[in-house]
């Protein structure tokens, strides 16, 4: 079992920056194959915005892409997503995933409870 927990979000102006972490409080992300960072609007699906592979291979949606930037640190089972520039449309809870893979191929996935961020003038 692996627990995530984020932090950074927060109120902020337009072109401002913010950096999120996600930390795992139990278990570890080093066996993880990918980490990512989601965003949900009121209303709205969950969706990607950035993810890293364990090779740090990392995938940007086009919204964020050039702006913000996820890395991960396994020696402090850490993943952070810096966000630069950041935009109202950026607004949303941003949600922390960690996906594992089984021998045999199964694919399971823990969740943070998500932070707030919220880009306004």
């Known amino acids: 079992q692996v627990q995530l927990v984020e932090s950074g979000g927060g109120l902020v102006q337009p072109v401002e920056s913010l950096r999120l972490s996600c930390a795992a409080a139990?278990?570890?992300?080093?066996?993880?194959?990918?980490m990512g960072w989601y965003r949900q609007v009121l209303g709205n699906a969950r969706e990607l915005v950035a993810s890293?592979?364990?090779?740090?291979?990392?995938n940007y949606a086009a919204s964020v892409k050039g702006r913000f930037t996820i890395s991960g640190d396994n020696t402090k089972n850490t993943v952070d997503l810096q966000m630069n520039s950041l935009k109202p449309e950026d607004t949303g809870v941003y949600y922390c995933?960690?996906?594992?893979?089984?021998?045999?191929?199964?694919?399971?996935?823990?969740w943070g409870r998500g932070t707030q961020v919220s880009v306004s003038s």
């Open positions: 995933n960690a996906k594992f893979q089984t021998p045999r191929g199964t694919i399971y996935q823990y």
């Open positions: 139990s278990g570890s992300i080093a066996s993880s194959y990918a």
């Open positions: 890293i592979t364990r090779e740090s291979i990392a």
